[in-house]
């Protein structure tokens, strides 16, 4: 697990936690992480809480690896983190992943930053967790289209999803085949078709406000 926080690690320095990790997993690599530290000049006498929120991810992250667990969870894995540890630590990831056969199960509120990483999606609706799909499927269940109106139209058909409004054009999910059928009767001047993202497929299947 590589927490979202390094609070709970709050009175260990860097050697003592990689020392405590290599307690528990009997396929740890110590040698890799130490390299790690001292690619990174990172003095193993610091504690944890010394580093930056982005230092402290990346060694997370690479001290999660170390242990050669073939399954990692990541909670939250970039919040906090500004734009270039963000794009650093995406980088090491797929890295990583390149170089190892680990699965990952991300736990993640920013979406846009997992789309070009994950493979499959699982959502948690009411506390249930609902079955796993590959991404490409959860993406192809719906279309999202960019539509030209000569005055817009109440769109009034519970599976289209108005994303955003400007002037005649309108941004929108369609959820269905009924949904299609219906948005063709609105007589729209043009329509484009959008690439439907990971957090399209989260606001057409949980949410906001559906028109209907």
């Given at each position: 697990?590589?927490?979202?926080?390094?609070?709970?690690?709050?009175?260990?320095?860097?050697?003592?936690?990689?020392?405590?990790?290599?307690?528990?997993?009997?396929?740890?690599?110590?040698?890799?992480?130490?390299?790690?530290?001292?690619?990174?000049?990172?003095?193993?006498?610091?504690?944890?809480?010394?580093?930056?929120?982005?230092?402290?991810?990346?060694?997370?992250?690479?001290?999660?690896?170390?242990?050669?667990?073939?399954?990692?969870?990541?909670?939250?894995?970039?919040?906090?983190?500004?734009?270039?540890?963000?794009?650093?630590?995406?980088?090491?990831?797929?890295?990583?992943?390149?170089?190892?056969?680990?699965?990952?199960?991300?736990?993640?509120?920013?979406?846009?930053?997992?789309?070009?990483?994950?493979?499959?999606?699982?959502?948690?609706?009411?506390?249930?967790?609902?079955?796993?799909?590959?991404?490409?499927?959860?993406?192809?269940?719906?279309?999202?289209?960019?539509?030209?109106?000569e005055d817009v139209p109440e769109l009034s058909h519970a599976d289209l999803h108005v994303l955003s409004q400007t002037g005649r054009v309108v941004?929108?999910?369609?959820?269905?085949?009924?949904?299609?059928?219906?948005?063709?009767?609105?007589?729209?001047?043009?329509?484009?078709?959008?690439?439907?993202?990971?957090?399209?497929?989260?606001?057409?299947?949980?949410?906001?406000?559906?028109?209907?």
């Amino acid at each position: 697990l590589v927490p979202d926080s390094v609070s709970v690690y709050r009175q260990m320095t860097l050697g003592e936690l990689i020392n405590f990790y290599n307690a528990f997993y009997p396929n740890f690599e110590k040698t890799y992480i130490e390299n790690y530290c001292r690619s990174s000049n990172l003095d193993r006498g610091r504690r944890v809480t010394s580093l930056s929120k982005g230092q402290a991810q990346l060694f997370l992250l690479q001290l999660a690896f170390a242990t050669n667990a073939p399954v990692l969870l990541l909670d939250e894995p970039t919040d906090g983190l500004d734009r270039i540890n963000k794009r650093d630590y995406l980088k090491q990831l797929v890295s990583l992943l390149a170089e190892r056969q680990t699965a990952v199960l991300i736990a993640s509120h920013q979406l846009e930053e997992l789309d070009s990483l994950a493979d499959r999606v699982m959502t948690i609706e009411k506390h249930l967790v609902r079955e796993p799909k590959a991404l490409d499927d959860a993406k192809a269940s719906m279309q999202k289209w960019q539509v030209v109106y000569e005055d817009v139209p109440e769109l009034s058909h519970a599976d289209l999803h108005v994303l955003s409004q400007t002037g005649r054009v309108v941004t929108l999910l369609v959820l269905s085949d009924a949904g299609a059928q219906y948005l063709e009767t609105t007589n729209p001047l043009l329509k484009d078709a959008l690439p439907v993202q990971m957090e399209d497929y989260f606001l057409g299947t949980f949410g906001g406000k559906r028109h209907g």
